[in-house]
């Protein structure tokens, strides 16, 4: 539950850093710029926006002990650890200051585990957790309390899923992935046809899903099984919350989803690709390596790789921003034709949709 | 967890369908197209967007055995079942192949259930799941491990409640609903009057949820207990993951809500609507019987029954689709006539808005 | 599971109401007006969009015994109670109708508590609940069945936190915060930094959650724990389902937060701010106090106090509004100029796009 508190000396040893300044003072939490406060590390990333000059100043002004910095910056009294890549250096040091709490070794006597289920080396398992039947699962894999784990799932090795999550029937995760709360991997498809007597008729999803190794799933986010066959997510791609998967989609490898993000069944999507926040991908859409999508994009149709979108349907990022600009000026392009041309018959107002608007808070 | 493995002839008996080519074949696995391997039966199904000869030319190179078809197809070597409906053949045969899991009948030793509550006949309790006062639950119904039903709940008969699904207080199912994992029916509804002193204070929700006979709602989706009354979903009316529907909503039969769709509060839905993936519904709104609202439609206003409507706010389908494309022409049309008419002096750029979009993915 | 009976004497003692017409009349149910039927209480609270005139003449038709008005309507044979604010007496009352089941005092004997956990006086812990390591607990705060509180938790009085809840390291909550089924607060952020060999590499969240007094969370909503630091909600402000709140976010007090809303990490939003169902806010993004975002607006930069605003990018809300009317105009325009000015080459027609959308339902 505490902090724990280091000196200079010992984290940059850990980092294999130089020192500049007071290698003897002591810290007990890692902080950023704008609340670090007295005893406190903290660090500048050249990646974070904000020029140099307001950084230094800020650093004078700050309470912190030490800060990590690329390059050691002129008049500071504080001690600075200089790295190649402050942020890599803080996500290697940050647990040492607050451990996130973990979950012993060993079965927790409330667990369900089925009778046939494989667990390996140094395997925890939680209060309350539902182990199925044939479930295999690796060496150090923590499953938190109320976990569900459906019959015949494989689980890799030092993955953690966290309390909540749920995994249906057959699903399979590689090693080193990182399932949040209220995950939800294999959940049915959403697949009916008509039918006359009931209306929509359900179609069985006998699919599964796989996580290759080091895949990453957000909070509350779904991941849909397949009908037949597999939806497929592949390695180091990462998964922010509240994001759903359709039925049969495949992800390429090191892609990351946004927060909101839904993708359609059957959609095959590349690798190195960014779904940026709350973007749609419509069924059976094809998304080639590397392509960018900028937040809201409504993807209806094929985008070849390493193209950057926005917009719905999708255009190239800089013809959207053109559009935006223009549409801005339409309203009075028209007032403008109005009154000086053939257009002057059209009328042009707003308050034809003020009732709509009304009710959209 | 192993599949089984058929005859095509007893599968055709099952069907009461022709077989053209060997019926003695085995087969072990139903698989799509794209996918089929040695062994594997497979199928065409017209509604597939993908004509009959790339159909043939894919059957005649596959690796497949068996394929279920609406009409044989010439010169194929593989065995050809032949039915009026292949999806709905393969969805009556998929769960030969790959059975699901099944909970035994009986309330599993660590459930709680209240003894106040009635269990109908064959009705299976899972694990840790939680089962409040006086509800009623009908026969056959599966109630998956971690599965909460607070007090006072009705659940019909034949219905399946997955893993981590919650079911609040006084909410009703019918007959054959399937609730996916981690769905929450009965949450309080957003609700607030504004108070001087706390700036908002709740107002209690008392009324209940309703889904009527074969209601599907999907992972982790939500439905919200009206304050008075009822938000309720009519009959074989199927709504996918992370839906979110409001206090008092009334939805028809039929009616379709595909992922991230949002509806808000007292909205009055029809019967056979399609609202596709990412829409959303502003409160007190009124849908019409048969309406379909494309893909991310931002529905601000009543819509009449049989429109088919996109964009936000929502217009006719096929003026959205004008309004897109001239859109994209409008940055055009500005430079032009800066250059040759009395607009000349209007300046259109999209550079002021880099900013905004560098902070987007 | 009944309702309960009063006489309207008896709830107009409750309020200090004045009351109309027969005041021995016995009332079992409130409802809506559409809905309120024989033995029923009613309500017209003067914000409804109704005019007075339908609202006489239906509670003329109506069924119900008795209606709680802001001023007493003439010719009415129904009981009227006339308080300054019905919608809050409505709030008031409702509980006395249909009283939420509420937990029992004391720690269900299948929770799992820590020993090292302080619970104050008069809370009640469900059954399965799983209270972790150093975790204090309020007076008079019930968590329900199936509720994870991890190690370090602190929650603040009179809280209530529904099933399937799940509570991370570290996070503090307030007093009276309410938090619905399938909430998930302190999830892990978004944040990885590029690595050659993985792709992403993860950056460990050592920060937190602070819920201040009388926050709300809607079902199935995350709140991702910050990076180092806080993810901070002011006091009551409420949170909608399915909203996500990204790491190192701060909100303001009294600010509202509906459905399906995404908030990105590191933005600082105002008080008594309201963004309206859908809205998307790019991260690092300021949000001035007041602010207003209508539906689906997509916030890609710093709105300035007491906006309002609308579109992807925001514009004011009078400017969308004419720009969504100009839009509609536009293919019209684009073809006047085709048939007589130089613009005449330009093709104007929305067959091209046909495809994509097809694809949409």
Redesign the interface.
């Known amino acids: ?1 505490s902090s724990n508190s280091y000196t200079v000396e010992e984290l940059a040893g850990r980092l294999d850093a130089k020192v500049y300044g007071d290698a003897k003072t002591v810290v007990s939490r ?3 710029l ?2 670090a406060g007295p005893g406190d590390l903290t660090f500048y990333s050249p990646t974070q ?1 904000r020029g140099l000059r307001e950084v230094a100043e800020r650093l004078r002004s700050s309470r912190a002990l030490a800060v990590i910095v690329a390059a050691p910056l002129a008049e500071l009294t504080l001690t600075q650890i200089s790295v190649p ?1 402050p ?2 250096a ?2 290697s040091l ?2 040492l ?2 451990p ?2 973990r979950l012993d070794h060993g079965v ?1 006597p ?1 667990a ?1 585990v089925s009778s046939s289920a494989q667990l390996g080396a140094q395997v925890a398992i ?3 957790a ?1 182990i ?3 479930v295999q699962i690796g060496d150090r894999t923590v499953v ?3 976990v ?1 784990v ?3 799932v494989k689980i890799g090795k030092s993955c953690v899923i ?3 999550a ?1 995994i ?3 699903v399979e995760l590689g090693d080193d992935c ?1 399932i ?3 995950v ?1 991997l294999g ?2 498809g ?1 697949g ?2 008509s ?1 006359k007597e ?9 699919g599964n899903v796989v996580l290759e190794d ?1 895949v ?1 799933i ?5 991941v ?1 099984r397949a ?3 597999t939806t497929r997510i592949g ?2 791609s ?1 998964i ?3 994001v ?1 998967i ?1 039925h ?1 989609t495949k992800i390429g ?2 892609t ?1 989803v ?3 993000t ?1 993708i ?1 069944g059957s959609c095959d999507i590349g690798s190195d690709v ?1 779904l ?3 973007v ?1 991908v ?4 094809r998304i080639g390596d590397n392509v ?1 999508a ?3 994009a ?1 993807i ?2 094929d985008i070849e790789a390493n193209r950057v979108v ?1 917009g ?2 999708p ?1 190239d ?3 959207w ?14 007032r ?2 109005r009154q ?1 041309s ?2 002057g018959t ?1 009328k ?3 308050e ?6 009304s ?3």
């Open positions: 539950m890692i902080a950023p704008e609340s926006r890549h942020l890599r803080v996500a940050a647990e200051f607050k996130a709490p927790h409330t369900v939680g209060a309350f539902v199925g039947e044939d938190h309390p109320h569900v459906y019959a015949g966290h309390s909540g749920v249906r029937e057959y990182l949040q709360n209220g939800v959940g049915d959403f009916y046809f039918d009931e209306g929509h008729a359900r179609i069985p999803h006998i080091r990453d957000g909070a509350n986010s779904t849909d009908m037949l066959g390695r180091s990462k922010d919350n509240i759903m359709g049969n490898e090191r990351l946004c927060g909101h839904g359609s960014i940026a926040g709350g749609g419509a069924d059976h859409v960018r900028a937040a809201r409504g209806t149709g926005a719905h349907p255009v990022v800089g013809l921003r053109r559009q935006v600009m223009a549409l801005r000026k339409l309203p009075g392009l028209l403008e034709l000086g053939p257009l059209a042009e107002s707003g034809s949709i003020d009732d709509e608007l009710t959209e808070n």
